[in-house]
Nanobody, 121 residues
Framework: QVQLVESGGGLVQAGGSLRLSCAAS????????MGWYRQAPGKQRELVAT???????NYADSVKGRFTISRDNAKNTVYLQMNSLKPEDTAVYYC???????????????WGQGTQVTVSS
C-alpha cells in the first residue's frame, strides 16, 4: 500500500502564509503528477494546483500569484507555499498523486488524509 501524509496546516490570519507538505511513504520508484485539492464546508472538492514529475505546473485561477507548488522527487514530497491567504482559502487541503510506481505495481489516484487550513479575517 502507499500512504500520502500531509502536514503544515493550521490557523493563520488573513494575509499570512502557510506551507503544506505531503510525503509518499514506502519504496517509491516514481510518482507521476502530484497535486493539491481543497474542500470547503458545503462545497465540492476543487483543484488548487498540480505539478508534473518534470516540474510543469497548473494553478486554479483563484490562487495564481499567491500559491506556489513544488516537489522534491528524491524525497517523494510535494509542497504548497501559500501566501497572502484569504478567509475564502479556508478548507481541508488534500494531497493527490495520480500514479505511483512501487515495486512492480502502479497505484492510481492516491489521496492523503487531508489537513485543515483556517484563515481568520
Amino acid at each position: 500500500q502507499v500512504q500520502l501524509v500531509e502536514s503544515g496546516g493550521g490557523l493563520v490570519q488573513a494575509g499570512g502564509s502557510l506551507r503544506l507538505s505531503c510525503a509518499a511513504s514506502g519504496s517509491i520508484l516514481t510518482i507521476n503528477v502530484m497535486g493539491w485539492y481543497r474542500q470547503a464546508p458545503g462545497k465540492q472538492r476543487e483543484l488548487v494546483a498540480t505539478i508534473s514529475r518534470i516540474g510543469s505546473t497548473n494553478y486554479a485561477d483563484s490562487v495564481k500569484g499567491r500559491f506556489t507548488i513544488s516537489r522534491d522527487n528524491a524525497k517523494n514530497t510535494v509542497y504548497l507555499q501559500m501566501n497572502s491567504l484569504k478567509p475564502e482559502d479556508t478548507a481541508v487541503y488534500y494531497c493527490n498523486a495520480d500514479r505511483i510506481l512501487k515495486g512492480s505495481r502502479w497505484y492510481v489516484d492516491q489521496w492523503g488524509q487531508g489537513t485543515q487550513v483556517t484563515v481568520s479575517s
